[in-house]
């Protein structure tokens, strides 16, 4: 975010915030899995072209999509990043005025998209004493009959809990009897250790499943994103993606073509990173009275909440100014007495990162209140 900037022109403050947040040198902010390199997808420079046809995305990467998930090549519609495909599907359902229903605390752009595209919002709460579960009973209090869709992270984002095929089934139910949509991101659900499992939109036509291979796989430069869906959605959100960039980049696609190819070796390599990352929060938190948390299910973040403080905006900014270490503030997701802290990234940068942490929380001064 520029300095003096507006923030009514500010359509995500998490978004701009991140971009534009002061580097540190021990970095709890981000949300990704620790970059993948070319080496680490075998044959990607031989095979890697800078043209070719994915006039409706790349064909080979359309069928493997389809392939991994169950799902028929007309139900996928590839998109720039999981952002970009929850964009599409919020595009391809929702005229103004219509009303989007919205887990609280929320990844903020799920949030904005909908407001952007002038719907009007309604909200229910996962709850920190719940287990950040979804309610389907505090989602049923939130639909009316002017509900369109509704939008849950799974896992969640910030909180990395895991919403069950029952809780999902319940709320696609209360959908059908409006007429409405279920939008699913579940960027994160690939981290999950133990048997794979199904997205939501196996479970009927009225669900939306969007994901990438950023969080689960560290390919986030690809942008490879994608939206699954019953077929006459998916050729709409098609559509909406003509207007947004016509189509994605060629190279990209192709690598994400070669990356699904390779996915078991990549979900081990991201096992090997996060298995360890996840101990060491643990450890962490297991010595830390003044936190509290619901334990991840998988992903790469966790959101602990400070015992006694209202806001942890000022104390994350004196973590960074005087600790030299980075974790978001709460407030970006609703819940400001928590913040969130990255479990993908390099194992020593977590270790010194939450020393630091620790040495804060002790300091004597408003932020240990």
Same mark, same amino acid.
């Given at each position: 975010?520029?300095?003096?900037?507006?923030?009514?022109?500010?359509?995500?403050?998490?978004?701009?915030?991140?971009?534009?947040?002061?580097?540190?040198?021990?970095?709890?902010?981000?949300?990704?899995?620790?970059?993948?390199?070319?080496?680490?997808?075998?044959?990607?420079?031989?095979?890697?072209?800078?043209?070719?046809?994915?006039?409706?995305?790349?064909?080979?990467?359309?069928?493997?999509?389809?392939?991994?998930?169950?799902?028929?090549?007309?139900?996928?519609?590839?998109?720039?990043?999981?952002?970009? *495909?929850?964009?599409?599907?919020? @595009? &391809?359902?929702?005229? /103004?005025? %219509?009303? !989007?229903?919205? #887990?609280?605390?929320?990844? $903020?752009?799920?949030? *904005?998209?909908?407001?952007?595209? @002038? &719907?009007?919002?309604? /909200?229910? %709460?996962? !709850?920190?004493? #719940?287990?950040?579960?979804? $309610?389907?009973?505090?989602?049923?209090?939130?639909?009316?009959?002017?509900?369109?869709?509704?939008?849950?992270?799974?896992?969640?984002?910030?909180?990395?809990?895991?919403?069950?095929?029952?809780?999902?089934?319940?709320?696609?139910?209360?959908?059908?009897?409006?007429?409405?949509?279920?939008?699913?991101?579940?960027?994160?659900?690939?981290?999950?250790?133990?048997?794979?499992?199904?997205?939501?939109?196996?479970?009927?036509?009225?669900?939306?499943?969007?994901?990438?291979?950023?969080?689960?796989?560290?390919?986030?430069?690809?942008?490879?994103?994608?939206?699954?869906?019953?077929?006459?959605?998916?050729?709409?959100?098609?559509?909406?993606?003509?207007?947004?960039?016509?189509?994605?980049?060629?190279?990209?696609?192709?690598?994400?073509?070669?990356?699904?190819?390779?996915?078991?070796?990549?979900?081990?390599?991201?096992?090997?990173?996060?298995?360890?990352?996840?101990?060491?929060?643990?450890?962490?938190?297991?010595?830390?009275?003044?936190?509290?948390?619901?334990?991840?299910?998988?992903?790469?973040?966790?959101?602990?909440?400070?015992?006694?403080?209202?806001?942890?905006?000022?104390?994350?900014?004196?973590?960074?100014?005087?600790?030299?270490?980075?974790?978001?503030?709460?407030?970006?997701?609703?819940?400001?007495?928590?913040?969130?802290?990255?479990?993908?990234?390099?194992?020593?940068?977590?270790?010194?990162?939450?020393?630091?942490?620790?040495?804060?929380?002790?300091?004597?001064?408003?932020?240990?209140?």
């Amino acid at each position: 975010m520029k300095k003096g900037q507006p923030l009514a022109d500010v359509l995500s403050l998490y978004v701009a915030w991140m971009k534009h947040a002061p580097q540190v040198a021990y970095d709890l902010m981000g949300s990704n899995l620790l970059h993948c390199r070319m080496d680490d997808l075998p044959g990607a420079r031989e095979q890697l072209e800078l043209d070719g046809f994915n006039e409706e995305g790349y064909q080979p990467l359309v069928g493997a999509i389809a392939g991994r998930y169950g799902v028929t090549p007309a139900q996928v519609s590839v998109a720039n990043g999981a952002s970009g *495909a929850n964009f599409l599907a919020c @595009g &391809a359902i929702l005229a /103004r005025g %219509d009303e !989007v229903v919205v #887990e609280r605390p929320v990844y $903020d752009p799920l949030l *904005a998209v909908p407001r952007f595209l @002038g &719907a009007k919002i309604v /909200r229910f %709460d996962r !709850v920190m004493e #719940e287990g950040f579960r979804v $309610d389907p009973d505090r989602v049923a209090a939130a639909v009316t009959p002017k509900t369109r869709l509704i939008v849950l992270t799974n896992l969640h984002n910030p909180t990395g809990a895991l919403a069950s095929r029952e809780s999902l089934t319940a709320v696609g139910e209360l959908a059908d009897q409006v007429g409405a949509r279920v939008l699913v991101d579940e960027v994160y659900l690939e981290s999950v250790p133990g048997p794979e499992l199904l997205p939501a939109a196996t479970i009927s036509p009225t669900f939306i499943t969007t994901s990438s291979l950023t969080k689960a796989y560290g390919l986030a430069g690809l942008r490879a994103g994608w939206a699954l869906s019953e077929p006459e959605l998916a050729e709409r959100m098609r559509r909406v993606r003509d207007l947004v960039d016509g189509l994605g980049s060629f190279p990209s696609e192709m690598l994400a073509f070669l990356a699904f190819q390779n996915l078991p070796a990549l979900r081990e390599r991201a096992r090997r990173i996060l298995e360890p990352n996840f101990r060491v929060l643990s450890e962490f938190m297991e010595t830390r009275p003044e936190l509290e948390w619901v334990r991840p299910s998988g992903g790469s973040v966790a959101f602990p909440r400070v015992q006694g403080l209202e806001d942890t905006w000022s104390f994350a900014r004196h973590l960074r100014e005087r600790y030299d270490t980075g974790v978001v503030p709460g407030r970006f997701f609703e819940a400001p007495k928590h913040f969130r802290v990255a479990l993908g990234g390099e194992g020593k940068t977590l270790v010194e990162g939450l020393r630091r942490l620790g040495e804060a929380l002790e300091a004597s001064g408003p932020f240990n209140r």
